[in-house]
């Protein structure tokens, strides 16, 4: 159920490799697999049919190009599609040259509208803006009191008024004239598309308060139905943009790709994490290898540039390369990966990795405990556990509140890391050769790793023919070989 | 040791991967500020609405005002005879109310079966056993929500926004309009004013509420209010927890600490959880088996609440729930008053399934 669309991938490429050019059969087989993994994504089942005929056409009679085997051209071609639809560029907001910039919130129950309203002030004024938040939804109850509080958090003021919607949102704007607050973001009640008193209620509050953007907010978890109710609402509102809810769950969000493709308009901002600073612009090209199941290594990267010190971590990729990683490295990379968030939602963002080890149950009180073991060695049993007899074993224990067999577990499985390491060391040499055949010669693994990525951050579809560099394809390599080789 | 290997895993694709970003020296990602409010996802299904009077709501009677039955998009196939096209059709129908591929593809295919052995040629009569077929599966369950202690403990679960706060609230005022004594503990005890939400319910409602403080141990709040149910010798404690995404591990423990001190504390006042209720949004895609595994395995799931079925989604992801892990649905919400939290029904519910929108 939860494969992900390299697993299947993996299995049809085994029967590619070595074949030199895509037949039929073999392409019908590989759509038959992306639509089941896009229909369990959620993708709605018509994208999905266009999806399907994009891909059939460009696979079939394309000319292959030396570079890449039959399997990887086809992972290409999706990544390609599935980019060109969901948009390559992050939405660019602009302020009305007469403030307020007037922004209305829109969407069905329970997606998420008035927490995302708080995140959405509390990025505004990140951005150095002084929004007002106004609470229209006068039908859920406390509707208004959570904006109320959610506004305290983050110190922007909030306007409501206990009158009708229409009325709030008016009058919502006029206290932001009088105040001087250059962005208003009206919260509004959940709402069915197909409610048509409430829709053309919210399509009076849109008339009146005439908004410069609107926002439908829609959960990532969201199904089939994303479509009709994206349709409704544009009808009636004219959407500018989406914002994605719950992306922090292990949902797909294939609805973020039926939404674009029906609506045409970008997904503004997701919401990624229960926090109020768990909120960013969207980018687009991220949401492709996500919804094919490989991972989010982008975002994987920027949680890292936050936590990893350049000089550190270029010192550790260097060590791992040569097999030299430590316990004491160990302990340092364990720390910083730590500030990542839980080790299992770092793990589901890395694409490739095999389905029995993101089902691993992963216990961060585990962690802790191979933390204290670490941390109780001597700086000399740390670089050499080999010293570690059976009375230093002892005090090792002792001192971390653990058992003697844990220490000694502890530095037997480092040891088969640290082979495993450089193996991957090794692999990463290897790949440097491969691709810098005519190129410049790379220092490191890490640094043709960061060329390669950098090619797929400016956006898939840029390859051209004969060049190994191009957006997704990165991606699927790496899931796909790198770990191929990696479990032999 | 598989411990370490993942971490390994973790740490070379990090460091090899990662770490080479940072050297390419790109703008260090705008990491903003971090105050750290906590705050939560917006619930579910907003108003109360005065009940009406309490007539209750048919799926047909709220659904007939959404859809026709059986237009549009399987008008096509009862033009036909029956051919590969009309599986296909009826096999998407299932795709696009949310039952997901595997179940739909499951069904189709032994219907398809039976169909051709019993010399079926007629598209009516194939969706008539498709719908028999469907209507078999999901039927049979016990459906009942159990009070069998006193006091009975209904705890209620879910991913964030799905409506759990307000399906306590319509089914506290059922409740009460039936003669119990319920008391509603408001263990959400994360989201910005669930607290003061549930407490509008309850007043409305007329059932006594246990509150905690913002951010308090929302296992202490659910034992409070327990104790209290005890004390005063009501019959029904509604339990709300916070909305929590099923992937977060730390999340799911504290939802486990939470069943077993509802355990405990049902216990010390003579009575017992009989029921714990996921709430699912009829909207959910295929995630929502996800939500269902994982929550059962955390806390025992009992039964599920199907919440939003008046909208144009179909909830179809119910089937696969119900059918892989055995989880009954007992409660659909259709529509914003109380009377609209209704009983599930089999008939009604695959009916609904193949109606267009």
């Known amino acids: 159920m939860f494969d992900t669309l390299s697993d299947r991938f993996d299995g049809i490429f085994k029967k590619l490799r070595g074949k030199g050019k895509l037949q039929q059969d073999d392409v019908d087989e590989v759509l038959r697999e992306i639509r089941l993994a896009l229909l369990e994504a959620d993708v709605n089942f018509a994208v999905v049919k266009d999806f399907q005929a994009a891909v059939r056409a460009r696979c079939v009679g394309a000319e292959l190009h030396q570079a890449l085997n039959p399997a990887q051209q086809v992972v290409k071609f999706v990544n390609e599609e599935l980019t060109a639809i969901l948009g390559g560029e992050t939405m660019q907001l602009e302020y009305a040259s007469s403030p307020p910039t007037i922004i209305l919130m829109a969407g069905l129950q329970g997606a998420g509208k008035t927490t995302a309203v708080g995140k959405l002030g509390r990025w505004f004024k990140s951005q150095g803006r002084n929004p007002l938040m106004v609470g229209a939804d006068l039908q859920r109850p406390a509707a208004v009191e959570q904006l109320r509080t959610l506004g305290r958090q983050i110190d922007v003021p909030v306007f409501s008024e206990p009158s009708d919607p229409v009325a709030v949102a008016k009058a919502g704007i006029e206290e932001a004239e009088r105040t001087g607050r250059d962005v208003v973001i009206v919260d509004t009640a959940g709402r069915l598309a197909i409610d048509a008193d409430l829709m053309e209620q919210i399509r009076d509050i849109s008339d009146t308060i005439l908004p410069h953007y609107t926002f439908l907010v829609i959960d990532a978890m969201t199904g089939q139905d994303a479509v009709q109710t994206a349709e409704a609402f544009h009808n009636t509102l004219e959407l500018d943009g989406v914002i994605l809810t719950k992306l922090d769950g292990d949902a797909r969000g294939g609805a973020a790709l039926s939404v674009k493709q029906v609506v045409g308009r970008p997904i503004a901002f997701a919401s990624t994490g229960e926090k109020l600073e768990d909120f960013e612009q969207f980018h687009p090209d991220r949401l492709a290898g996500r919804i094919l199941g490989m991972g989010d290594m982008l975002s994987l990267i920027e949680k890292a540039e936050e936590v990893y010190d350049e000089q550190e971590a270029e010192a550790a990729a260097a060590k791992i390369l040569e097999g030299t990683f430590t316990l004491e490295d160990f302990l340092e990379q364990m720390q910083a990966l730590k500030k990542m968030g839980p080790l299992g939602n770092v793990i589901g963002l890395m694409p490739g990795i095999p389905k029995e080890v993101k089902d691993t149950e992963i216990d961060d009180g585990q962690i802790a405990r191979v933390e204290a073991i670490i941390k109780s060695m001597t700086p000399a049993e740390r670089i050499d556990p080999v010293i570690i007899d059976g009375s230093r074993r002892a005090r090792i224990a002792n001192g971390s509140g653990t058992l003697p067999n844990e220490v000694s577990q502890l530095i037997k499985q480092f040891r088969e890391m640290q082979k495993m390491m450089k193996r991957f060391g090794g692999m990463g040499t290897k790949r440097v050769k491969k691709k810098t055949k005519k190129g410049k010669k790379g220092k490191s693994g890490g640094r043709v790793t960061a060329s390669k990525a950098r090619a797929a951050k400016a956006g898939g579809g840029l390859s051209l023919p004969g060049l190994g560099d191009g957006g997704g394809l990165d991606l699927s390599e790496l899931g796909l070989d790198d770990l191929a080789d990696f479990d032999r | ?357």
């Open chain 2, 1 to 357: 040791m598989e411990l370490l290997i993942v971490i390994l895993i973790a740490l070379a694709l990090l460091v090899v991967v990662g770490i080479g970003f940072v050297v390419r020296g790109r703008r260090s990602v705008e990491a903003p500020p971090r105050p750290t409010p906590e705050v939560e996802l917006e619930p579910a299904t907003p108003p109360v609405v005065v009940e009406a009077p309490p007539k209750p709501a048919t799926f047909r009677e709220r659904l007939g005002k959404a859809r026709s039955s059986l237009g549009g998009y399987l008008g096509s196939v009862l033009s036909r005879t029956i051919d590969t096209q009309t599986w296909d059709e009826l096999e998407e129908a299932l795709i696009l109310a949310d039952v997901g591929v595997a179940t739909a593809t499951r069904v189709v295919e032994d219907v398809r079966a039976q169909a051709k052995a019993d010399g079926v040629t007629d598209p009516a009569a194939a969706i008539e056993m498709l719908k028999i077929r469907l209507k078999q599966e999901l039927g049979g369950h016990d459906i009942a929500l159990h009070n069998e202690a006193a006091p009975a403990v209904w705890l209620f679960v879910g991913v964030n926004g799905v409506g759990k706060t307000t399906t306590i609230g319509k089914l506290g005022s059922r409740e009460v309009a039936a003669g119990k004594n319920v008391v509603m503990a408001a263990g959400d005890t994360f989201r910005a004013a669930a607290g003061e939400q549930l407490e509008m319910w309850a007043d409305r409602a007329g059932a006594g509420i246990v509150r905690g403080a913002e951010g308090a141990d929302p296992s202490s709040v659910i034992f409070d209010g327990i104790a209290s149910a005890g004390a005063r010798g009501a019959d029904l404690v509604l339990a709300d927890t916070a909305g929590r995404l099923h992937n977060k591990a730390n999340l799911m423990e504290e939802l486990r600490k939470v069943r077993r001190v509802a355990d405990r504390g049902a216990e010390e006042q003579g009575g017992s959880v009989t029921e714990v209720l996921l709430v699912i949004d009829a909207t959910t895609g295929q995630n929502g088996l996800a939500q269902a595994r994982t929550f059962t395995e955390a806390v025992d799931v009992t039964g599920v609440v199907l919440t939003k079925l008046d909208g144009s989604a179909k909830g179809g992801i119910v089937m696969a729930i119900q059918t892989e892990l055995g989880i009954p649905i007992k409660l659909v919400g259709l529509g914003e008053g109380a009377a609209d939290l209704i009983e599930f029904d089999p008939d009604m519910f695959v009916d609904a399934l193949f109606d267009s929108v």
